[in-house]
T-cell receptor
Framework: NAGVMQNPRHLVRRRGQEARLRCSPM?????VYWYRQLPEEGLKFMVYLQKENIIDESGMPKERFSAEFPKEGPSILRIQQVVRGDSAAYFCASSPLVFTGELFFGEGSRLTVL | AQRVTQPEKLLSVFKGAPVELKCNYS??????LFWYVQYSRQRLQLLLRHISRESIKGFTADLNKGETSFHLKKPFAQEEDSAMYYCALSGRGGSEKLVFGKGMKLTVNP
């Protein structure tokens, strides 16, 4: 089992461009979570998704950010018109259908906005 | 609202010394508490959960509802315990999201 796969590992964007971060959950996992880690901060919950369904997006900024987990393919976190404050590490985690509190994390995608 | 506080950012001890990593939480319902660990160049992973009441790698943590705490303890630290430690909380029977504290860096010196 390859584990949670995130790509790209590093992404550089200029202000105003779009950033797309992808996450493939562990095999057999149906839930995906996105977290953001700003410098000197902990992991901030952003969104929790099941296939084709957003369960909890209470941590997502109201504008420019969106997430999806289609029936086929990876989950995608999309940031439109990036600003310097979006520079952070974005972590994806997955869990099986029955939630036990154990999340399996990817290695993260580091976004740098110039 | 769910909140997790780890009051200390850094802790440095010598090998063989006891360690206690503090975690306090705020939650109106019945919480489930966890400790996650990230070793150097590795992914964040679950260390232990309060509901299991088990010792993992010599670490234990007791949920104290009166003090709303879930401190992580180990009587004799080892160099391989050096890592980032995160306390996390989820709401039982409802929200399935995990809320994390800011983390604490433990360094165990030889």
């Amino acid at each position: 089992n390859a584990g949670v796969m995130q790509n790209p590992r590093h992404l550089v964007r200029r202000r105003g461009q779009e950033a797309r971060l992808r996450c493939s959950p562990m095999k057999g996992h149906s839930h995906v979570y996105w977290y953001r880690q700003l410098p000197e901060e902990g992991l901030k919950f952003m969104v929790y998704l099941q296939k084709e369904n957003i369960i909890d997006e209470s941590g997502m900024p109201k504008e420019r950010f969106s997430a999806e987990f289609p029936k086929e393919g990876p989950s995608i976190l999309r940031i439109q018109q990036v600003v310097r404050g979006d520079s952070a590490a974005y972590f994806c985690a997955s869990s099986p259908l029955v939630f036990t509190g154990e999340l399996f994390f990817g290695e993260g995608s580091r976004l740098t906005v110039l | 609202a769910q909140r997790v506080t780890q009051p200390e950012k850094l802790l440095s001890v010598f090998k063989g010394a006891p360690v206690e990593l503090k975690c306090n939480y705020s939650y109106s319902g019945s919480p489930e508490l966890f400790w996650y660990v990230q070793y150097s160049r590795q992914r964040l992973q679950l260390l232990l959960r309060h509901i299991s009441r088990e010792s993992i790698k010599g670490f234990t943590a007791d949920l104290n509802k009166g003090e709303t705490s879930f401190h992580l303890k180990k009587p004799f630290a080892q160099e391989e315990d050096s890592a980032m430690y995160y306390c996390a909380l989820s709401g039982r029977g409802g929200s399935e999201k995990l809320v994390f504290g800011k983390g604490m860096k433990l360094t165990v010196n030889p």
